[in-house]
């Protein structure tokens, strides 16, 4: 199967601050979700994007499926945003989601 | 509010028991699938159906099945606990069951045993 990277493992930010996160899969992927796993242990999906880049709102998300990476955009960030940022990809063989150990992200007031 | 339900939210249990963890897919989604995260093996794919049958397995120890029904909702049953299964169990839905689909993901089953 997929192999799915993140970094960075952890980040801590100030308030107002942007961050952008790596994901690097080994294969060609048909399908790559963003999720955010908020303090409650909800998963939250944040973006599908197999190729192109999307926004919404602060987030944006950008995938080069050629090079085998996407990145995930936070923008003036909020103590909200805290929690654990996951990215999945789904080998183009199969159909389960292959997930990263996510990105914990703080923000701090 | 992904659409995807989860009962109940909350399990606390003994080692050797057996619960069942329930799933309801969004409005016209055919496609269910389980994972679980537990701190050691981090988010697993369990198995997944599709109007009924089953269509691709993972890592799903032989003492855990799980069915989906008629009327598309699924169960998980986890049998003989472990310690070891102690974790958040997810489901999610899709449409299709096809690849390029966006997989929904309910609140999650917080299983504990004792």
């Known amino acids: 199967g997929i192999q799915v990277e993140q970094s960075p493992p952890d980040l801590i930010l100030q308030e107002g601050a942007n961050s952008t996160l790596r994901c690097n899969f080994s294969?060609?992927?048909?399908?790559l979700q963003w999720f955010h796993q908020n303090p409650w242990g909800q998963l939250i999906n944040l973006f599908y994007?197999?190729?192109g880049t999307k926004q919404n709102g602060r987030l944006s998300a950008t995938t080069v499926a050629t090079e085998r990476y996407s990145l995930l955009y936070i923008s003036s960030s909020q103590t909200t945003d805290s929690g654990v940022y996951f990215c999945?990809?789904?080998?183009?063989?199969?159909?389960?989601?292959?997930f990263g150990e996510g990105t914990q992200l703080t923000v701090n007031p | 509010d992904s659409g995807v339900t989860q009962t109940p939210k909350h399990l606390i249990t003994a080692t050797g028991q057996r619960v069942t963890l329930r799933c309801s897919p969004r409005s016209g989604d055919l496609s269910v699938y389980w994972y679980q995260q537990s701190l050691d093996q981090g988010l697993q794919f369990l198995i997944q159906?599709?109007?009924?049958?089953?269509?691709a397995k993972g890592n799903i120890l032989e003492r855990f099945s799980a069915q989906q029904f008629p009327d598309l909702h699924s169960e998980l049953n986890l049998s003989s606990l472990e310690l070891g299964d102690s974790a958040l169990y997810f489901c999610?839905?899709?449409?299709?069951?096809?690849?390029?689909?966006?997989?929904?993901f309910g609140p999650g089953t917080r299983l504990l045993v004792l």
């Open positions: 294969d060609s992927v048909n399908n």
């Open positions: 994007i197999p190729s």
């Open positions: 159906y599709y109007n009924g049958e089953e269509r």
């Open positions: 999610a839905s899709s449409v299709a069951g096809a690849r390029q689909e966006t997989q929904y």
């Open positions: 999945a990809g789904l080998e183009t063989s199969g159909s389960r989601l292959t």
